[in-house]
T-cell receptor, first 114, second 111 residues
Framework: DAGVIQSPRHEVTEMGQEVTLRCKPISGHNSLFWYRQTMMRGLELLIYFNNNVPIDDSGMPEDRFSAKMPNASFSTLKIQPSEPRDSAVYFC????????????FGNGTRLTVT | DQQVKQNSPSLSVQEGRISILNCDYTNSMFDYFLWYKKYPAEGPTFLISISSIKDKNEDGRFTVFLNKSAKHLSLHIVPSQPGDSAVYFCVRETSYDKVIFGPGTSLSVIP
């Protein structure tokens, strides 16, 4: 079991640039979650998918943020254009959607927007 | 509103003693609560869970207690070890599959 794989681990970009974060969930998991962690707001749920379909994107902060899951083994979170306040650690997690089944997290992408 | 509150941002405990981490919640609509542990530069990892039909669940040194009337749960770690030093998140899973994290409590176990 390779675990949830996120790339890149670190991303530094200039304000206004497009940023794409990538996630490969654990094989066989049918739910995928994107979280953002900041000092001020802790771990915020941005969006989650069940069977590749977005279920709740109410946590996506602005229209500059978008997420896709074209297949069961890949998801992206895109920020366009990026702003300094988007600087945070972004986590992807996957799970089998049965009650109480835990989320398995990747090690996150640390995004810095200058 | 489905808030999860962890009112203690940090906790220090002597090695070998009990660590008690607390969590309060609003609203009664939930199926499961879970506890996660997080080390720096890593993603959170699952520790233990409890369903709404139970009031206690135990796994080795870790026990979670649920008091539904008080809308309160707690995680007990006995005995505490230095490797337990981490941030602990109380997490709520709703019947709509939404997974909501509390703000976390940073536990330091002093050797």
């Amino acid at each position: 079991d390779a675990g949830v794989i996120q790339s890149p681990r670190h991303e530094v970009t200039e304000m206004g640039q497009e940023v794409t974060l990538r996630c490969k969930p654990i094989s066989g998991h049918n739910s995928l979650f994107w979280y953002r962690q900041t000092m001020m707001r802790g771990l915020e749920l941005l969006i989650y998918f069940n069977n590749n379909v977005p279920i709740d994107d109410s946590g996506m902060p602005e229209d500059r943020f978008s997420a896709k899951m074209p297949n069961a083994s890949f998801s992206t979170l895109k920020i366009q254009p990026s702003e300094p306040r988007d600087s945070a650690v972004y986590f992807c997690a996957s799970s089998r959607r049965q009650g109480g089944s835990p989320l398995h997290f990747g090690n996150g992408t640390r995004l810095t927007v200058t | 509103d489905q808030q999860v509150k962890q009112n203690s941002p940090s906790l220090s405990v002597q090695e070998g003693r009990i660590s008690i981490l607390n969590c309060d919640y609003t609203n009664s609509m939930f199926d499961y609560f879970l506890w996660y542990k997080k080390y720096p530069a890593e993603g959170p990892t699952f520790l233990i869970s409890i369903s709404s039909i139970k009031d206690k669940n135990e796994d080795g040194r870790f026990t979670v207690f649920l008091n539904k009337s008080a809308k309160h749960l707690s995680l007990h770690i006995v005995p505490s070890q230095p490797g337990d030093s981490a941030v602990y998140f109380c997490v709520r899973e709703t019947s709509y599959d939404k997974v909501i994290f509390g703000p976390g409590t940073s536990l330091s176990v002093i050797p």
